[in-house]
């Protein structure tokens, strides 16, 4: 075979690389926002969640929340009589999303509270609710704060996609092994993966970068 013949089954990984990518990526951008406000909140119960949910998930490794959703959790269920298997991709997708979750909580949770006390106060002079406060004065000011960490997270979360192919879901990193062990062309098929996931990384910072512009922006024009 040649080193041609190997992109066209690459690129369908990459494909499957892309979607794990967009779809975590969102799903963790709403659980950091979700349990970075709730670890910050008066709500006790709340809080204690959102405190567990952060420490469980950045306390244990990516893998084995990979494996106990795709593995054990269907036993678990199967033990009190309920279907509980996870399609590979959903897995995936939840694995992902609810590990770079935790970790993007922490980035909410230093934005928000590093937004100066002065603009809590005057939220307060003008009779504005703690509701109104966060909504409408302290998160658009802390969103550019977190902007570049979260770019950070999202190319680790790229990476770390590769942890799928561990469930036989069929991503970049799967496709390269799979033609790997039928030719045994480890050199070419580890430079074209290393180019690859290069190339999507740079792609995905340019993104972030993107939305950081934006969101600057946003607050400026806001201001």
Known sequence: MQWTDYISPLMQGAWVTVQLTVFSTILGAVLAFVFGIGKLS?????????????EVFRG?????????????????????????????????????GLNIGAYGAEVVRGAIAAVHQDQHEAARALNFSARQT?????????????????????????K????????????????AEQIRNFTQDSTTIYSMLLVM???????????????????????????
């Open 42 to 54: 008066s709500n006790w119960a709340f809080r204690a969640i959102s405190v567990a949910y952060i």
């Open 134 to 158: 966060l909504w409408g004065i302290v998160i658009p000011q802390a969103i550019p704060e977190m902007m570049p960490s979260f770019g950070n997270l999202a190319v680790q979360n790229l």
């Open 60 to 96: 244990t490794s990516l893998l084995v929340q990979l494996f106990w959703l795709y593995f054990a959790l269907p036993l678990a269920g199967t033990a009190m009589g309920i279907d509980l298997r996870l399609p590979p991709v959903l897995a995936g997708v939840l694995a992902l």
């Open 160 to 175: 770390d996609t590769a942890l799928v192919s561990l469930i036989s879901l069929g991503d970049l990193t799967f496709r």
């Open 197 to 223: 996931y290069f190339g999507m990384a740079l792609v995905l910072t340019a993104i972030m970068r993107g939305l950081e512009r934006y969101a600057t922006r946003w607050r400026t024009a806001r201001s």
